[in-house]
């Protein structure tokens, strides 16, 4: 396994490359990119009802990083409505919404 960059006494799972230096790319110690408005452009606003239908049917298959930049929330952010919505039962509902009714759904 490679190591990563160690910051204070926690080891950083990602190691920035030259081109995220130059682009002004972070991250934090988990390794997931800081918010950045070139790519989290809808940062600070609400969930759409298909954007939660999107995580909710596509999470396991794209992934936190993926879903980060398709709809331009952080991962953290991501990662955060994924529980908020397992704890609250919406999970479910969400994950099962019909197809035909998901494209009827203004974006």
Known sequence: MEEGVVIGKHEMQYEPDEQDIIDGITYDRQGRMEYNPLFHFNHGKHYTTSELIYICK?????????????IGKTIKSITSTVWKLRQSGKWDYYKNFDDEAWETIPI
Not at 64 to 69: G, K, Q
């Open 58 to 70: 596509y999470y396991e298959i794209d992934g936190r990083r993926n879903m980060s930049l398709a």
